[in-house]
């Protein structure tokens, strides 16, 4: 299989068949993949409408919270849950655009297996009230002045990465805002690609201009604190057989074969 694409929703019914239909416009017949929706305990019927299509596209597949643990919760659910070495994430809500899933995909099929690469969607026209705007834009200033991951959109939903890079990375709610610099901090790359961005058109949005702000204060003196903790990753010199000699001095450890 070649490509998981996870999908964190919460109460998002009527958004489920339009969203699948365009995902299968899209891929069918250009990629091996899967769908996994991860509902966040919903309280409309999303689950159903995802099972009700899970007839038609064996393809799909659900995954349900018993309540509401938060889109960080959701995705790493999926991630775990996938089958496929990379994973593609994009918003329930149908304002990414599945259509840009290749655009991504191409570029990481190019890219080296080391470092592992992070590819995030830059939504430059973004389709959103103008508060919703102005609460982005203070934020990815304040963001990237200090974690310094010059990211101009960590807040766009549609993002390619592998699933091992992502299983690597710490796991706290919220940590969805701060992949680029938690990737960064594993010693990854971060690629940021203009992607297409919609207006919504069924639906209510889920976060509101005043906690997106306060929460990702609180959230962004965490990242720091990860960033100044992190440890130097190990470089494996060699896989050590049964039958050889290690040499070791005060200074290095070296194998001897």
Known sequence: MDLSVVIPVKDEAANVAPLVAELSAALDDLLDYEILYVDDGSEDGTAAEVARLQAEAPHLRLLRHMRNYGQSAAIRSGVRAARAAWIATLDGDGQNDPADILKLWRIGLTAPEAPPLLIAGYRESRRDSWRKRFASQVANRVRRRVLGDDTPDTGCGLKLFPRSLFLDLPYFDHMHRFLPALVLREGGIVRSIQVNHRPRRRGVSKYGV??????????????????????????????VSPDSKIASTSASTSVVR
């Open 210 to 239: 005043l906690d997106r702000l306060g929460v990702g204060v609180v959230d962004l003196f965490g990242v720091i604190w990860l960033k100044r903790r992190a440890a130097a990753r190990p470089h494996l010199l060699n896989e």
